[in-house]
């Protein structure tokens, strides 16, 4: 099982829609969570930390369920420029130094 | 500022020749990564380095090296390529210990035939 799992997708959604995106973690002492967003052929860039109490930042909101194990971001009013692929990262406590990747899951945002 | 860069952008190898990576920077990071990148299989570590002089291996080491003489420059080595080594390879550095991002260079495509 991986450490990271996410849906691959794609979610094939229309301009304006909103959609959103589940990531779940196996290891309970990863401490800090993050998105990721990969245009195609392109690097990863951060595209926002995760915090316990959730985060909003212009139309992504990113929330945190300890209990549960899984990180969720939400995209309103999606744009054609959101169509990428979204990477969940976690790091553990017990290594400060490492990231741990999920897959991905990809984003198609049409006309 | 340049940077993350990486050296060179794409390469075809044929099976047991041997390459080196490069991966610079400009930003006076103490951390530097190198991952592969394979479809499905989402980012996986290679091996890091935590400062100059020093390299640590990661989830998948095997079949490379690397070296980090100096502290902007982190090489990958492989001595003899497989073609299980075919991959999209993306180096990364970080300022320090419990920095949240990661910056990643534009990546090398890598085929081993």
């Known amino acids: 099982r991986k450490e990271v799992e996410q849906d691959p997708g794609p979610f094939n959604v229309p301009e304006g829609a909103t959609v959103a995106f589940n990531c779940t973690y196996s290891?309970?002492?990863?401490?800090?969570f993050f998105w990721y967003r990969q245009d195609c052929r392109k690097e990863p860039k951060l595209l926002m930390s995760?915090?316990?109490s959730g985060n909003e930042d212009g139309r992504f909101t990113a929330q945190l369920n300890r209990a549960s194990q899984y990180i969720s971001l939400l995209i309103r009013d999606s744009k054609l420029s959101d169509s990428a692929t979204y990477l969940c990262v976690v790091r553990r406590m017990d290594s400060s130094y490492k990231l741990i990747f999920g897959s991905g899951t990809r984003l198609l945002v049409r006309p | 500022n340049a940077g993350v860069t990486q050296t060179p952008k794409f390469r075809v190898l044929k099976t047991g020749q041997s390459m080196t990576l490069l991966c610079a920077q400009d930003m006076n990071h103490e951390y530097m990564y190198w991952y592969r990148q394979d479809p499905g299989m989402g980012l996986r570590l290679i091996h890091y380095?935590?400062?100059?002089?020093?390299?640590a291996k990661g989830e998948v080491p095997d079949g490379y090296n690397v070296s980090r003489l100096k502290k902007q420059n982190f090489l990958l080595g492989l001595e003899s390529a497989a073609p299980s080594q075919t991959s999209v390879y993306f180096c990364a550095t970080s300022p320090g210990q419990g920095a949240n991002e990661q910056f990643f260079g534009p990546g090398t495509r890598l085929t081993v035939l």
């Open positions: 380095s935590v400062g100059e002089g020093t390299t």
């Open positions: 290891n309970s002492a990863s401490q800090s």
């Open positions: 995760v915090y316990s």
